[in-house]
């Protein structure tokens, strides 16, 4: 293998081992500690500095008292189903709202499509903090929506939807909606037009030919910008706690509590690493089926 090949395939290695690799292995350390009253504030069983007699001393005492303890309260549990239940429904309903938006974009006009594009990216040049309060302001019982729609007499009095679930759900839905649009653009912009012409002169309507070719050949935009949207989601902190308040329980939240209110980092750590394991597990799984039928259709 020539160098410059070698370069460029360790290149993605060392950044993975780097900003992947390195801090998970730190997390998964402080995982296993005990907790303490220091600074930081825990234990650590695994003392490096003793090279190999602190390795095997660290072997010897090797509990996984802090993952026990996550099986013992339910608040853990509740937070993982509840935070996969919002993410999962949250992805569904950006797919349902994305899908339309992209498939516009790409049988757009080719002139129109720069601009599409520029609008479905120009949130990103607003502060994420600041479009999250900017729905805190719009859900309100006095916010904009409650007001128009007491304005038009829809509605006799304001719907509650600050501090619900129907709030994280749109603000997830806003936030992520991008990294739903995108993929799937780029995956129907690269679609042959001749293959539904093909169709539709084998009898296929235009309906018929949508769910026979375009959307079997989009499902790879899908797929992609469901694991964008969905592996965020899950972890999300900051929407939960602006939007849906204290009667939203997600994982992420939980975290951010268990670091900063109670202090608890080995426990924090745990918490951390059974999320990843979570995440990883399924991608690993979609990925070695995706290979197999790659190798099945050879």
Known sequence: MRPGRTLLI???????????????GIVFKISLSDTALAIPPYMPTLDLSAGWSGFTEFLSELDFE?????????????????????????????????FPIAYGMANAPEHWRPALMMLVILPFWTSFLIRVYA??????????????????????????????????????????????????YATLEKLDGSLLEAAEDLGCGRTEAFWRVTF?????????????????????????????????????????????????????????????LILIIPIVLFQRNQQKQQEAEQ
């Open 135 to 184: 729905w805190m302001g719009i859900l309100s019982n006095e916010g904009f929506l409650n007001q128009f729609l007491l304005w038009t007499g829809i509605i006799a009095e304001p719907l509650q939807i600050m501090n619900t679930n129907k709030a994280v759900y749109i603000g997830i839905v806003y936030t992520y909606l991008p990294f739903m649009v995108l993929p799937i």
């Open 10 to 24: 360790l290149v993605p290695y060392l950044w993975l081992l780097a900003l992947f690799l390195v801090p998970f």
């Open 66 to 98: 802090n993952y026990v303890f996550l099986t013992e309260d339910d608040l853990y549990l509740k937070a993982y189903l509840s935070s996969l239940s919002i993410a999962l429904t949250s992805t569904v309903l950006t797919l349902l709202v994305g």
């Open 216 to 276: 079997p050949l989009a499902r790879p935009g899908m797929v992609a910008g469901s694991f964008l949207v969905f592996i965020p989601a899950l972890g999300e902190f900051v929407i939960p706690s602006l939007l849906g308040g204290s009667s939203t329980l997600m994982i992420g939240k939980v975290l951010w509590e268990e670091f900063f209110s109670n202090r608890d980092w080995p426990v924090a750590s745990a918490v951390a690493v059974v999320l990843l």
